[in-house]
């Protein structure tokens, strides 16, 4: 209740303060370092659901990090009560290699063929772990398109076809043992698995920060 109280105290003297001072802000994101965001899509409820994480876009260096992404993904959507069932990676991968035109397959079929009623299609479009292979600098970085299939509809969402765009980024880091690599990729993949679920449910992300107001070097100081 207190910081309620503090909250909208702050608002109004927000309200109240010339544009462009930030002190409030400043003071308001370390009461509330967190904010409350609204899911950008409510999954129907009780449904069985399949994730489909697809690199043939970009295929993978470190192919893992599909499985990791599936499955964390799937953990996230019981956890939150999100599916009634999800569908085991690992029958993904079973029909992937009986079927010899797999990648020619809609959708809707391949997410029928394994029993579910909806389908989190996670189409990778970047992946990459350096910038220079042969350097020890690692630069994370994982972008994706999301979307979800009704197997009888199609897509029920978002409106465009390509899916809603994330971007997972980790900074750079100097590391020589090869085997980061594969540590990266797995953490690439677990942030992006937070991101997709975390699409379709209320959640706490971390405040923004506001923009120090630029200055113009070129201009003489009186």
Not at 11 to 35: D, H, N, R, T, Y
Not at 48 to 74: G, H, M, N, Q, S
Not at 89 to 117: C, T, W
Request: a positive charge; hydrophobic letters at 45%; charged letters at 30%.
């Amino acid at each position: 209740m207190m910081k309620r109280r503090l909250y909208l105290l702050l608002l109004a003297s927000v309200m109240l303060l010339p544009v462009g001072c930030q002190l409030p802000f400043a003071i308001l994101a370390k009461l509330f370092p967190e904010e409350k965001v609204q899911p950008r899509f409510v999954l129907p409820s009780d449904r069985t659901i399949l994730v489909f994480p697809d690199d043939i876009k970009c295929p993978l260096v470190y192919p893992p990090a599909k499985r990791t992404l599936a499955e964390k993904v799937d953990k996230l959507l019981i956890a939150h009560s999100l599916a009634a069932e999800t569908i085991p990676y690992d029958k993904l991968i079973d029909l992937r290699n009986a079927e010899p035109k797999f990648n020619l397959m809609s959708i809707p079929r391949i997410g029928r063929r394994l029993g579910a009623d909806l389908v989190i299609y996670v189409s990778i479009e970047e992946f990459s772990l350096k910038d220079n292979p042969v350097d020890a600098l690692w630069r994370g970085k994982l972008v994706a398109r999301v979307k979800v299939v009704d197997v009888l509809k199609g897509r029920i969402w978002p409106d465009e076809s390509a899916g809603f765009p994330i971007s997972i980024a980790e900074p750079m880091t100097e590391n020589t043992s090869e085997t980061y690599g594969s540590q990266l990729a797995r953490k690439l993949a677990e942030r992006m698995a937070e991101e997709v679920c975390g699409l379709f449910h209320e959640r706490y992300i971390e405040r923004a920060k506001p923009k120090e107001k630029e200055t113009d070097l070129s201009i003489p100081i009186q």
